[in-house]
């Protein structure tokens, strides 16, 4: 089945400790996203990166950082700078932009609590 | 720049009862739209789409209308369900610059549907 998992789904970390987040996609989508997902505020865009090797901070990246080595993996680490970190993660990916329209296929998303 | 409005939650009805959730948006270029759908503790999962003006997304007994002169794309289904409940987001997807290929979402609308 091509999909995009994420783990873990709840994730509980001590004030203070970073985290990674996993993001695997085998659609073999060039493109990947991270949001955040918080009651009543929609997605906001964190990262985004439309090819290996590369990528862009979207619209709340400061206290996040990515990396994107591999087509296939997006991981996202909550660092310590983060102010309030706990909230719904969501990665998506899509064919990329050359595609003409953009469809983003979404992951089932992790759950972080900061505690 | 680019951005989406939607209505405001949370929209209650009755099953078999009409539903119109409304979406205006506003952005550079010729985007693509989108209607997505999340249940509770899940991803967004891609309801419709229309990529040009006049082209209508069905999906599901759910419709939009990609309306140019007043950039629109509302929301309706004729007869909702108790599955229907959910949390449906408006999105545009940037055709140009720097922001090609990205996702503009609205906030979203709660949908309760009771039997």
């Known amino acids: 089945d091509g999909g995009i998992t994420q783990s873990p789904k709840y994730l509980f970390r001590k004030e203070g400790q970073n985290v990674t987040l996993s993001c695997e996609q085998n659609?073999?989508?060039?493109?990947m996203y991270w949001y955040r997902q918080d009651p009543g505020q929609g997605l906001r865009l964190i990262y985004y990166?439309?090819?290996?090797?590369?990528?862009q901070k979207g619209d709340i990246a400061e206290g996040y950082s990515v990396s994107r080595e591999k087509k296939e993996s997006f991981p996202l680490t909550v660092t310590s700078a983060q102010k309030n970190p706990t909230a719904f993660y969501l990665c998506?990916?899509?064919?990329?932009?050359?595609?003409?329209?953009?469809?983003?296929?979404f992951g089932p998303g992790t759950r972080l609590t900061v505690l | 720049g680019n951005s989406v409005t939607q209505m405001e939650g949370p929209v209650t009805l009755s099953e078999e009862a009409f539903l119109t959730i409304n979406c205006t948006y506003t952005?550079?270029?010729?985007?693509?739209l989108f209607w997505y759908v999340q249940y509770p503790g899940e991803g967004l999962q891609l309801l419709l789409k229309?990529?040009?003006?006049?082209d209508k997304g069905s999906n599901k007994g759910f419709e939009a209308t990609y309306r140019k002169e007043t950039t629109s794309f509302h929301l309706e289904k004729g007869s909702v369900q108790v599955s229907d409940s959910a949390v449906y987001f408006c999105?545009?997807?940037?055709?140009?610059?720097?922001?090609?290929?990205?996702?503009?979402f609205g906030r979203g609308t709660q949908l309760t549907v009771w039997p």
């Open positions: 998506a990916s899509s064919i990329g932009s050359l595609a003409g329209y953009n469809e983003q296929f």
């Open positions: 659609l073999n989508h060039d493109a």
């Open positions: 990166s439309q090819i290996v090797n590369d990528f």
């Open positions: 952005a550079t270029g010729y985007p693509s």
């Open positions: 229309a990529t040009k003006a006049d």
């Open positions: 999105a545009l997807s940037s055709d140009r610059g720097s922001t090609l290929g990205r996702l503009y």
